[in-house]
């Protein structure tokens, strides 16, 4: 129960800021980010998480694309000087009982590798379960 509070507590910072997209995996079917799902710059996943991963992993590409054209190592750097309709926009990946998804073929690899090289383009996962074998 203090796991998936401290990830509310978050979400809902997250939310209040209005700068950084979210998208929740919700381990539980639905029953904890359901409340989230109608709001903007909020996707709520409650199925299968590989399919959100792979859209997340090759925004991810595009974006290192995006900074090494640049000439740049980082997010921050990308943004600084460029216009409110050419910034990119922070993204937030909550997993809410990780273990639920692990039987998905590829998601531990996409995980691995957007928790490596995700930061650098803004993209951040948060990554929460029961049983961490």
Not at 30 to 54: D, I, K, N, W
Not at 97 to 117: N, S, W
Request: charged share 25%.
């Amino acid at each position: 129960m203090g796991k998936t509070n401290l990830l509310h507590t978050w979400i809902a910072a997250l939310l209040n800021g209005k700068v950084t997209r979210l998208v929740l995996f919700d381990g539980k079917g639905g029953v904890e980010f359901a409340r989230y799902s109608q709001r903007s710059r909020c996707q709520v996943v409650t199925g299968e998480l590989a399919p959100a991963l792979a859209s997340i992993s090759a925004e991810m590409n595009q974006r290192l694309d995006l900074l090494r054209d640049a000439r740049v190592s980082s997010l921050g750097e990308y943004n600084r000087g460029r216009g409110e309709g050419a910034r990119l926009e922070r993204i937030v990946l909550v997993i809410d009982e990780l273990a639920f998804a692990l039987h998905e073929p590829g998601v531990e690899e996409v995980l691995v590798d957007l928790t490596a090289r995700g930061g650098a383009v803004g993209i951040h996962p948060i990554v929460a379960t029961q049983r961490p074998s």
